[in-house]
């Protein structure tokens, strides 16, 4: 069984930055694959960024590649999602998920969710 608590949404201008952090419990997280997705209002729930147990592999949806980097410490149980040059269409709740089917991107592969962190970027 595993515990996700997402942290570190907010309000930010167009152009910032904010870093998502995701804390687990349990104690095989580093067993995990990992991904952040997120859902805009009035639209469906998206993939955005996935990263494997070791942390060795990454994945990005084209929407955030380059602007947006997962990480993941399996230390301290925590996975990451830093957003650069934040745009107002990527307002949404970010959601952390955990996985032990393998990396994907998609939803019904997932077994564990947080509750979501909210980022609002103004324009």
């Known amino acids: 069984q595993v515990q996700l608590v997402e942290s570190g949404g907010g309000l930010v201008q167009a152009g910032g930055s904010l870093r998502l952090s995701c804390a687990a419990s349990g104690r095989t997280f580093s067993s995990y694959d990992m991904s952040w997705f997120r859902q805009a209002p009035g639209k469906d729930r998206e993939f955005v960024a996935t990263?494997?147990?070791?942390?060795?592999?990454?994945y990005y949806a084209d929407s955030v590649k380059g602007r947006f980097t997962v990480s993941r410490d399996n230390a301290k149980k925590t996975v990451y999602l830093q957003m650069n040059s934040l745009k107002p269409a990527d307002t949404a709740v970010y959601y952390c998920?955990?996985?032990?089917?393998?990396?994907?991107?998609?939803?019904?592969?997932?077994?564990?969710w947080g509750q979501g962190t909210q980022v609002t970027v103004s324009s």
């Open positions: 990263i494997s147990g070791s942390g060795s592999l990454t």
């Open positions: 998920a955990a996985t032990s089917f393998g990396v994907a991107t998609t939803q019904l592969s997932y077994n564990y």
